[in-house]
């Protein structure tokens, strides 16, 4: 196979290996402390972390970077925004201390996610 048809086919094969970038969905915090962290949600390249909507979004070496964020009412929250986001073996996120669990239940977060 031709070296630009090989990298096409790794790269049509879908997201990297489990552990380097966290599935699309809504994450909750353990405990209930926290705003919820939604990836991808509701368009690709997108995140809402931070109680912030966050855009052009890159994850790499345990950092969440975005090229543009906004708080409430559109205003601009500081970009270029980065922070800490590591993805555990279990698929769940670490962010300032806490612990995240993907949720495919209704929103908002429970109270308490195990």
């Known amino acids: 196979m031709r070296p630009a048809l ?15 970038r966290p599935a699309p ?3 909750c915090p ?3 402390a926290g ?12 995140a809402g972390i931070d109680g912030m909507e966050c855009h052009a979004v890159s994850y790499r ?5 975005a090229a543009r964020c906004f708080g409430n009412h559109r205003d601009d929250a500081g970009s270029p925004y980065s922070t ?3 993805v555990r073996e279990d698929g769940s996120l670490a962010h300032d201390g ?17």
């Open 6 to 20: 090989a990298l096409a086919a790794i790269l049509a094969a879908g997201p990297a290996p489990a552990g380097q």
């Open 25 to 27: 969905g809504w994450y």
């Open 30 to 32: 353990v405990g209930g």
């Open 35 to 46: 705003h919820p962290i939604g990836i991808d949600v509701p368009r690709r390249g997108s």
């Open 61 to 65: 070496h345990g950092k969440l970077r």
């Open 84 to 86: 800490d986001l590591h």
């Open 98 to 114: 806490t612990t995240f669990r993907r949720y495919d239940g209704p929103m908002p977060c429970p109270e308490v996610v195990q």
